[in-house]
């Protein structure tokens, strides 16, 4: 049995919603350069004009598109066209990188077990904005991002994989953000081949892997590669 997002015959299709310098997508396309992401770029898609991530799309021929927000009555009317035109590219993944705008209820809906987002917190902690500020204040030892499949409560659904990075006296969310950053960029990757090998599912508020649920979110070693957590058992 398969559950994969897409036919064996081809390619997982991926379009990947961006609001900024794309540093998320560079990453994706660089692997899919080298030859260790099995993906097609069906567009890359952004509510900012000016996104760094449209020119970085163009730069590799693959299609770009900018819709306005101020051009639609509401958010329901801006998702319906963004999405619609999302649609019409025929992804089999969505691939929310750096895109920061709420989605709305249908949109999500409509794409259910099948967009993604990365997020920069060890989620379930610090969803929303301004989370390496957050964690420094909060006096964490140990900060990171979170790749989850996207569900209509911001920064909540299923948590996929997850890379860790130390905070360190002096932190500033700035060089917190950089460090943060570098380790996003292979947990993008190594994520999007696990979901474009149709390896990981969203089963309801469980993620699989491989058909079993995961106890805990996949981590990211010094490897680059995805691990099992070692989940402790009190019994
Ligand atoms: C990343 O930190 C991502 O986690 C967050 O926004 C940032 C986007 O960076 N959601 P980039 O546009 O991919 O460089």
Redesign the pocket.
């Known amino acids: 049995m398969s559950d994969s997002l897409h036919p064996a015959s081809r390619p997982c299709r991926i379009a990947v919603l961006?609001s900024?310098?794309?540093?998320?997508?560079a990453a994706l396309v660089a692997a899919r350069a080298a030859g260790r992401l099995p993906v097609e770029f069906a567009g890359v898609f952004s509510d900012r004009a000016g996104a760094g991530?449209l020119d970085i799309a163009r730069a590799h021929g693959i299609p770009a598109l900018a819709l306005s927000p101020k051009e639609f009555a509401d958010r329901a009317a801006f998702d319906e066209s963004l999405f619609s035109r999302i649609a019409a590219v025929q992804p089999d993944l969505i691939v929310c990188?750096?895109y920061m705008r709420l989605i709305s209820e249908a949109a999500v809906r409509r794409f259910a077990g099948r967009m993604i987002n990365?997020?920069?917190s060890l989620l379930p902690k610090y969803p929303g904005l301004h989370t390496h500020a957050r964690a420094i204040a909060a006096g964490e030892r140990e900060h990171g991002?979170s790749v989850h499949y996207v569900i209509p409560a911001l920064d909540a659904g299923p948590v996929i994989a997850q890379a860790t990075v130390p905070v360190l006296a002096g932190d500033t969310p700035e060089t917190l953000?950089r460090r943060?950053?570098e380790r996003?960029h292979p947990l993008l990757v190594a994520s999007v081949r696990l979901l474009a090998e149709g390896r990981v599912r969203q089963a309801g508020a469980a993620v699989e892997l491989d058909g079993r649920p995961l106890p805990a979110p996949l981590l990211l070693g010094p490897d680059q590669e995805l691990h099992l957590p070692c989940v402790s058992s009190t019994a």
């Open positions: 961006a900024g310098r794309g540093s998320n997508l991530a990188a750096g990365i997020h920069p991002a953000a943060v950053l996003e």
